[in-house]
């Protein structure tokens, strides 16, 4: 519940938040400004209204419109839930590990889906729709991290692929470092 301004005092408001308007979520940051920095919980109309301005702060006249942008923030959430559920279905699976743990991999700090410090072992998941996880710039950036985990502090890394796979350079590149591939329907 939101609490809007009105005459005479303030009244709750249920907000959807995949239907906010802009407008809203205006009010609802303005609000946000006056309390003291918090981490908002991912869509929530407090998360949502924060990634707005930030957007818009950072965009300028190259903005997006508002409807675009909503759409492209609920894709994103839908995306999120669905990957940290992959992530957890295959905790689960493995009975080991915390999930999204730092680690130092040289130079380059790693945050891995799944990890054991002592026991030196490591999952990265991958859940896309597309079908397809290809080599891109961030891709290669964490398969270098692991890469470097397994050839210089003797780590066993495994990534899991649930409901797609890697494309046939990305194979190849994590065949060569060392890191195991394992494909979940």
């Not at 992959?86 to 799944?114: C, P």
């Not at 964490?142 to 692929?161: G, T, Y």
């Amino acid at each position: 519940m939101i609490k809007f301004a009105q005459e005479g005092g303030s009244v709750d408001v249920a907000i959807d938040v995949a239907k906010v308007t802009e407008k809203q979520l205006d009010n609802i940051f303005a609000e946000l400004q006056n309390s003291p920095p918090y981490k908002y919980t991912p869509n929530t109309l407090e998360h949502k209204a924060e990634r707005r301005a930030q957007y818009k702060e950072r965009m300028g006249d190259n903005a997006k419109d508002y409807s675009a942008w909503s759409n492209t923030y609920n894709a994103n959430m839908t995306k999120a839930r669905n990957a940290h559920q992959a992530a957890d279905d295959v905790m689960a699976s493995i009975g080991w590990g915390r999930r999204e743990v730092t680690v130092q991999a040289g130079s380059y700090t790693r945050r891995m889906d799944i990890a054991d410090i002592n026991l030196k072992k490591g999952v990265e998941i991958k859940s896309y729709e597309t079908g397809t996880v290809y080599a891109t710039q961030a891709i290669i950036g964490e398969l270098n991290a692991d890469k470097f985990l397994v050839e210089m502090q003797s780590w066993q890394i495994e990534w899991v692929f649930k409901g797609c796979e890697p494309s046939q350079p990305l194979r190849t590149l994590l065949e060569q470092s060392g890191i195991t591939i394992k494909l979940v329907p």
